[in-house]
T-cell receptor, first 113, second 116 residues
Framework: DAKTTQPTSMDCAEGRAANLPCNHSTISGNEYVYWYRQIHSQGPQYIIHGLKNNETNEMASLIITEDRKSSTLILPHATLRDTAVYYCIVRVAGTSGTYKYIFGTGTRLKVLA | DGGITQSPKYLFRKEGQNVTLSCEQNLNHDAMYWYRQDPGQGLRLIYYSQIVNDFQKGDIAEGYSVSREKKESFPLTVTSAQKNPTAFYLC???????????????FGPGTRLTVT
């Protein structure tokens, strides 16, 4: 199964862009990269996902390198409410046509006032 | 409102007792998942199910059991064989159909289990 590697923690000034890197060097060609975030003691919240192309939605942008071995989540204007643990996840094929999500340990992002 | 419910939010049990955590969804999702989270750690997959009456072991299935008798429900039993059951348990669901485009997993609020 593909594994992801993320920095343990990062700080970002409020109003600045937060760039969260993720390494997934063993990813296979048909495995998607997902990003979720988790605020303390709550269920994770979906942010964005992609396969090959860069993606953007109302929350964030996802930049995937051409070789797909790494990606970066960009929060364009971080606010204090963006303080959370951010997980970079690879969705892999399980048994009998199922899918499962492989979570890493995440990056604890702290947005500073 | 559509979503996933887990109850209770906090659960306390004595060591040696089996305990069942509930997970219900009204999203009409085919796939459901159970994760365990320990303090300061990421999520680890316990079991997952693609369809009714079928489920697969995740990375840490030992000491746990599940059933999937209804599409809406995927209860998790933490048995006395689980050596360190105290943790935060999260249930999730997704459309999960093989070969189809899937946007995301939806997570429940979690159950914090404490075994003493």
């Amino acid at each position: 199964d593909a594994k992801t590697t993320q920095p343990t923690s990062m700080d970002c000034a409020e109003g600045r862009a937060a760039n969260l890197p993720c390494n997934h060097s063993t990813i296979s060609g048909n495995e998607y990269v997902y990003w979720y975030r988790q605020i303390h003691s709550q269920g994770p919240q979906y942010i964005i996902h992609g396969l090959k192309n860069n993606e953007t939605n109302e929350m964030a942008s996802l930049i995937i390198t051409e070789d797909r071995k790494s990606s970066t989540l960009i929060l364009p204007h971080a606010t204090l409410r963006d303080t959370a643990v951010y997980y970079c996840i690879v969705r892999v094929a399980g048994t009998s046509g199922t899918y499962k999500y492989i979570f890493g340990t995440g990056t604890r992002l702290k947005v500073l006032a | 409102d559509g979503g996933i419910t887990q109850s209770p939010k906090y659960l306390f049990r004595k060591e040696g007792q089996n305990v069942t955590l509930s997970c219900e969804q009204n999203l009409n999702h085919d796939a459901m998942y159970w994760y365990r989270q320990d303090p300061g750690q990421g999520l680890r997959l316990i079991y997952y199910s693609q369809i009714v009456n079928d489920f697969q072991k995740g990375d840490i299935a030992e000491g746990y059991s599940v059933s999937r008798e209804k599409k809406e429900s995927f209860p998790l039993t933490v048995t006395s064989a689980q050596k360190n059951p105290t943790a935060f348990y999260l249930c999730a669901s997704s459309t999960g159909l093989a070969g189809t485009y899937e946007k995301e997993q939806y997570f429940g609020p979690g159950t914090r289990l404490t075994v003493t």
